[in-house]
């Protein structure tokens, strides 16, 4: 079974910069697509970003397109969003998700990824 465990949220203001991570298990993590959600308090949850086994394919939804980056160390069973020039609206519960079936990335949909972080919360202040 795929486990996540995201890490490096926090608290920063706006403007600046976090960086989350993702460690996954299993020894066939290079053949995942992966993927960044948020879910904002009263929300629901949405895409982030997204990229492919090997990283030459990504995806961002417009709202962090140019601000956020997502990348992968599949050494090191890692992938990363760097986010920078945070907004207030950017406060959300961040979660890592997984496709342990697909090399691509399938969609953005919650339904396109079939394993799950717990989460690490995002707060802006302004």
């Known amino acids: 079974q795929v486990q996540l465990v995201e890490s490096g949220g926090g608290l920063v203001q706006a403007g600046g910069s976090l960086r989350l991570s993702c460690v996954v298990s299993g020894r066939t993590f290079s053949s995942y697509a992966m993927g960044w959600f948020r879910q904002a308090p009263g929300k629901e949850r949405e895409f982030v970003a997204a990229?492919?086994?090997?990283?030459?394919?990504?995806y961002y939804a417009d709202s962090v397109k140019g601000r956020f980056t997502i990348s992968r160390d599949n050494a090191k069973n890692t992938v990363l969003l760097q986010m920078n020039s945070l907004k207030p609206e950017d406060l959300a519960v961040y979660y890592c998700a997984a496709d342990p079936t697909s090399l691509l990335v399938r969609g953005r949909t919650e339904a396109d990824f079939g394993s799950w972080g717990q989460g690490t919360q995002v707060t802006v202040s302004s």
């Open positions: 990229i492919s086994w090997n990283g030459g394919l990504t």
